[in-house]
């Protein structure tokens, strides 16, 4: 591992063993963040599976209806029937944190969806139709909440990502040039001071003959 470029001196040893210790920290702090995130992303996603399955059965339903729907009715018949909607939602969007992530939270108006207002005649059209329309509605507040999860999921896994990123270039980056720097200024400042004692036991001896003479 390559030693940081500093000047062998004691301030930088005790600068450098804060930095240690800061990075230490943060590690584990990263790694505690990092552990909770996959957390609950695992959670959502199981989540997700459980709506996604539930909505594609109702989907596939729904599809069915329509199906049968256009076998007995004039193609002209239904397009004109599925020209305008028979429901409006009102759709309501904000954000909440997750560990410093912020996510989206979808609200639906629950009123907005109940008012149904058939745009055709009921002697018109199957009553295919008139159960896929229905499934279609029924389904709508799980199609909004699968949304919000799996905007939600992409959301965490992205910052999964970002933390492990930090936490490895911490542990195996600069943590362990920390430590070989201090290694380093630690064995420099004990050769300047073996180097000085050396010196000094020189000039003592110099002294001492001098003084015997």
């Not at 230490?24 to 957390?39: A, W």
Request: proline residues 3%; without cysteine; positive net charge.
């Amino acid at each position: 591992m390559a030693v940081l470029r500093v000047n062998p001196t004691r301030m930088e040893l005790t600068l450098m063993k804060r930095r240690l210790v800061t990075a230490k920290r943060g590690h584990k702090l990263l790694k505690d963040k990092r552990d909770e995130l996959v957390r609950r992303f695992i959670v959502l996603v199981k989540e997700n599976a459980k709506i996604r399955k539930q909505v594609e059965q109702e989907l596939g339903a729904a599809l069915q209806d329509f199906a049968l729907a256009r076998a007995v009715m004039e193609p002209g018949a239904l397009h004109q029937a599925l020209l305008y909607p028979a429901r409006e939602a009102a759709i309501t969007m904000d954000r909440r944190s997750i560990l410093s992530v912020r996510v989206p939270v979808f609200a639906m108006d629950e009123e907005s969806v109940s008012k149904t207002v058939l745009p055709y005649g009921l002697a018109d059209t199957s009553a295919q139709l008139d159960g896929a329309i229905e499934t279609m509605a029924q389904v709508l507040p799980l199609l909004i909440q699968l949304a919000e999860i799996e905007k939600t999921t992409g959301l965490l896994a992205d910052e999964i990502q970002k933390t492990r990123r930090r936490v490895n270039a911490l542990e195996y980056v600069m943590i362990p040039q920390f430590e070989e720097t201090i290694r380093y200024i630690t064995m420099k400042l004990e050769e300047n001071e073996r180097g000085a004692l050396i010196r000094l036991m020189k000039v003592k001896e110099m002294l001492e003959e001098r003084a015997a003479n």
